[in-house]
């Protein structure tokens, strides 16, 4: 009997073969790999890949585009993502559903009547809404 022979595995990261035994489970992989595989450096070109295309995409801007402005388009667009995510419309009724800010508890508004005034579990206070955009 030969001492420090074992079962070899071919690893599926570099195709090479080493000791069972030696295979460990890598992080970033989601596989057992081989220690030559565990020890090098982490992919980073999968994650430069996913910024490239963000870079090709300039937006381009008007003539006089500046960084208020910038700071203005963001501000806007997350009112009215907040707005959505607050109010949704209940098809075939007038009322919306809301769900309140404070305590995240669902319940049906009545954007006409402004009904309930306060949300019913924590009595928290409903946000101001245009009643016109969600109908």
């Not at 995240?104 to 946000?127: H, L, T, W």
């Amino acid at each position: 009997m030969m001492l420090g022979q074992g079962i070899k595995a071919r690893c599926r990261k570099c195709n090479n073969e080493a000791l069972a035994s030696e295979f460990r489970m890598h992080y970033d992989y989601k596989m057992m790999v081989c220690p030559n595989c565990f020890k090098g450096e982490r992919e980073k070109p999968k994650v430069e890949n996913k910024l490239q295309p963000k870079e090709e995409q300039k937006i381009v801007r008007p003539p006089g585009w500046d960084a208020e402005d910038d700071y203005l388009n963001r501000y806007s667009r997350n009112k009215q993502e907040q707005q959505k995510s607050i109010f949704k419309k209940i098809p075939g009724t007038d009322q919306v559903m809301c769900t309140c800010p404070s305590c995240k508890y669902v319940f049906k508004y009545d954007p006409y009547r402004k009904m309930p005034q306060a949300c019913p579990y924590c009595d928290g206070s409903i946000p101001r809404v245009g009643t016109f955009n969600l109908l």
